[in-house]
């Protein structure tokens, strides 16, 4: 199993101190979707490249269609965390080279460089862009409408919408493709985050525990399983040799952005306030209900960011004196070949 797995065994995820603890053998990461009929209709030829590029194109959309009540842009901004994780979030680790604020090279959250990000995604989610009332849109009623043919553009996880539009809300595949996630002047210094899944922790007090581990090695972790999942659609497989004889559903063939992508994506070391979890307590609002300030409430972009950075970074001081937390800080980190520890 160790040889078979070998790609998706990394120190500092799922292997500690030489003994493996789960093995992902899908994974996940989000990108834009896009109406292809919507903007062959206004004339956009290709997806947007950069976070200036969506917007203009929002626009457009919105401007010449919504008398028909078709719009430019939508996201599922009724909780700000599952929207802006999916969506502004990791763009902002591709552009800035940081996780969720956090520079692991210098050990310290800086939200000051999200300014440019959120003036944009204040545009975005303004009436002469966006799909009205997003700020109280769930991600399945957003869904709907897309496959309705009503939203010219949204951000999700890559491993869910082929699923989603071959069986839940039906769209036809030639309809509808898939792009990176733009980022403010398309500027690139960092990795985005993927996240493996499909994986299996046994309780060691199970009296069946070895049962158990059988059921999952003869079943769960077969090449002909794993095969048969991802050709499914029920995921994205991130093993090469799967990869190399599955014969997936046509949107994972056509659509490549759909994969993982080894230049774009890898596994993202956790930021503190995501290592610690309630270790480490920040004051007032946490960066998604900061962000949605911002975007929604008219807050000063540039204090706002200060005043954020401010907090974040004394709760993290405060969790490494007291304990309940402690110092992440790589010397050596580059966001463009990231690291686990």
Known sequence: MKEFFADEIIPG????????????TTGTTCRLFYNKEIFDRVGITEPPATL?????????????LKGEGIYGFAENMKSAPSALQRSMCIGLQAETGMSYGYDFKNGRYDFTNW?????????????DCAFPG???????????????????????????????????????????????????????????????????I??????????????????FATEEYLIG?????????????????????????????????RE????????????????????GEDLYKTAESIYYGGAD?????????????????????NGTGYEIKMDNYDPMNPTLK
Request: hydrophobic content about 35%; glycine content about 8%.
């Open 202 to 219: 046994f309780n060691a007090d199970s009296p069946n525990l070895e049962t158990a581990f059988k059921v999952y090695k003869d079943l």
């Open 264 to 283: 774009r994506d890898a596994m993202l070391p956790k930021a503190p306030h995501d290592a610690f979890g309630a270790g480490m307590i920040v004051e």
């Open 134 to 200: 997003c700020e109280s849109l769930d991600v399945d009623p957003l869904r709907t409408q897309f496959a309705a043919g009503k939203i010219g553009m949204y951000m999700s996880y890559s491993h869910a919408e082929p699923g989603v539009y071959a069986n839940q809300f039906p769209m036809d595949s030639s309809k509808w493709g898939v792009a990176p996630i733009p980022t403010v002047g398309g500027k690139v210094t960092g990795k985005q985050y993927y996240d493996g899944s499909c994986e299996y």
């Open 52 to 64: 200036e590029e969506m917007v203009e194109d929002a626009k457009l959309i919105t401007s010449q």
């Open 13 to 24: 995820y799922n292997e500690f101190d030489g003994k493996i603890y789960f093995i992902p």
């Open 229 to 261: 999942y991802y050709e499914g659609g029920y995921g994205v497989s991130i093993i090469p040799s799967i990869l190399e004889k599955a014969s997936p559903s046509d949107d994972f063939k056509n659509k490549e952005w759909l994969q993982i992508n």
């Open 115 to 127: 300014a440019d990000t959120l003036k944009l995604w204040t545009e975005l989610l303004s009436e």
């Open 301 to 321: 972009v540039e204090s706002t960011l200060q005043d954020l950075t401010d907090r974040y970074n004394k709760a993290y001081e405060e969790a490494i004196a």
